[in-house]
């Protein structure tokens, strides 16, 4: 008999200073098609959660493609990336 099909949720957080308060970034693997992204969120000043994406384009660098979001966001976008690179060269390579 065939095994069920799992889906595992990968997810990480990150803490990154931006301007003069540190922020707690939230990291979820997507599963969409053969795009590779991720999913993030972060709480405002407010605590509302400011949600995006961050996609891996087509230079092989990490960028979102959210216009509406406030901009210490975008200012740190790069630092996003580097948070991204990070933990997919700490998990382990698995053979299939």
Do not use: C
């Amino acid at each position: 008999m065939a095994q069920p099909f799992r889906i595992m949720s990968m997810y990480f957080s990150k803490i990154i200073k931006t301007g003069d308060r540190q922020r707690e970034f939230n990291f979820r693997k997507l599963t969409r098609n053969d795009a590779k992204g991720f999913s993030v969120d972060v709480p405002d000043d407010k605590g509302n959660r400011i949600m995006f994406q961050m996609f891996l384009n087509a230079d092989g660098e990490w960028r979102t493609d959210a216009e509406n979001l406030p901009t210490w966001v975008h200012h740190i976008e790069g630092i996003l990336a580097d948070a991204i690179r990070e933990h997919d060269e700490s998990q382990p390579i698995k053979k299939r």
